[in-house]
């Protein structure tokens, strides 16, 4: 590293940045990659991934003046892996581990504003242009062209010390930064644990991103209604999914749980507009909206198994204002089952007006029926 390069690099980790790298502009290599990817329309309803392909492999695009880009790392909070199959029964749902606290974004966004002051002090009038996940930039791509890790079988950015558990920012500017590109190599070698042990399948042989049956797209980035033949592999995950992450091994060290990411699930159903806000005014989960959430909510209830979970998702079928709650919950009682279930989607069907609800219902009646 060049000296400028070596204070910049002590700026960053002052702020607590744990990876920084640094690469001079040119086209991102993976472009046949990416382009097959969008063909192969496996982004699903992500639109905004196949807009602006121009600046996306070459971000003097957006600035002609840009001559690099710093990447930086940030570590966040890893989940504990004894949580990965031990939640039947449990009405409580799960959230990634990302999503905890004050929305990463904001916080992200704030330390990499403070190393690109640092910047502007050790070079007055430098350019400095910052994405967290802000725009057309593609974070991984620059972070692996940095050397800040490798591309695992699950897709994840991996790097050998702090695993996949940090969040990527980048400082664009017209400095003359990074020296030749040094490829970091491929440490996954036979393993296959995410492959072998995600629930949708997703991953197909490794290495390639199928979002349409991600549960993280899922549960984020789809707004309609889940495939029905899908929901019973969501199992209790509400906002995100980590277990892709949580089986690699290089992700072992340092985890605990926190009990935010593991919240009571009745509770979440019964947010009014009010109280979502209230509760996720500052969280990465505000994303979703609350329909989005509660959609998930009440598939992760009818995957619980646990007939506690019906009177709670009766009520929604009865009050719940969005249509597409209502329908989900249907599904959700009619996996469960049993008396009480039955008679709420009976109620629920002489009254239902929406037609995709309406034949949620019906399907959820005649599941138990056949
Ligand atoms: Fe599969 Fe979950 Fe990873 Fe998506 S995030 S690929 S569903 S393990
Ligand atoms: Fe690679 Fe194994 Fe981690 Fe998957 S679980 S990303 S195959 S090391």
Request: glycine share 8%; charged share 25%.
């Amino acid at each position: 590293m060049t000296g400028l390069e070596n204070e910049i690099a002590a700026a960053a980790r002052a702020q607590g940045f744990v990876l920084v790298g640094f690469t001079a502009l040119r086209r991102l290599p993976r472009e046949e990659f990416y382009s097959r990817w969008l063909a192969d329309g496996r982004h699903g309803e992500m639109a905004y991934l196949a807009r602006d392909p121009e600046r996306r492999f070459d971000p003097r695009g957006l600035d002609a003046r840009l001559r690099s880009v710093i990447s930086l790392g940030f570590p966040y909070q890893a989940p504990a892996p004894s949580r990965v199959v031990d939640w039947r029964g449990e009405m409580r749902g799960r959230i990634a581990s990302y999503a905890l606290g004050e929305d990463y974004h904001d916080r992200v966004m704030a330390l990499a504003r403070s190393v690109a002051a640092d910047l502007e002090r050790l070079r007055p009038h430098a350019l400095a242009r910052l994405y967290v996940d802000t725009g057309p930039v593609f974070e991984r791509e620059w972070a692996a062209e940095a050397s800040l890790g490798w591309f695992g079988k699950n897709t994840n950015l991996l790097n050998r010390t702090h695993g996949s558990y940090f969040f990527l920012a980048e400082i664009f500017t017209d400095l003359e930064l990074g020296g030749a590109p040094a490829p970091y190599g491929d440490f996954c070698g036979t393993c296959r644990r995410c492959i072998d042990l995600c629930p949708t399948g997703a991953l197909e042989g490794g290495y390639v991103m199928e979002s349409r049956r991600c549960i993280s797209y899922l549960t984020i980035e789809l707004r309609g209604a889940i495939a029905p033949e899908l929901r019973p592999h969501l199992g209790n995950w509400i906002f995100g999914c980590d277990i892709c992450q949580e089986v690699c091994p290089w992700n072992e060290e340092g985890r605990n749980q926190p009990s935010e990411l593991e919240p009571y699930l009745p509770d979440l159903l019964m947010l009014d507009d009010e109280g979502f806000r209230a509760r996720f005014r500052n969280s990465a989960i505000k994303r979703t909206k609350r329909r989005g959430l509660l959609r998930n909510v009440a598939v992760a209830l009818g995957n619980t198994g646990n007939p506690d979970a019906v009177p709670v998702l009766a009520q929604a079928l009865r009050r719940e204002p969005e249509p597409l709650v209502r329908a989900h919950a249907a599904w959700a009682l009619g996996r469960l089952g049993g008396d009480a279930a039955m008679r709420a989607l009976r109620k629920a069907s002489a009254i239902e007006a929406d037609p995709a609800a309406a034949a949620e219902i019906a399907a959820a009646l005649s599941l138990r029926s056949r």
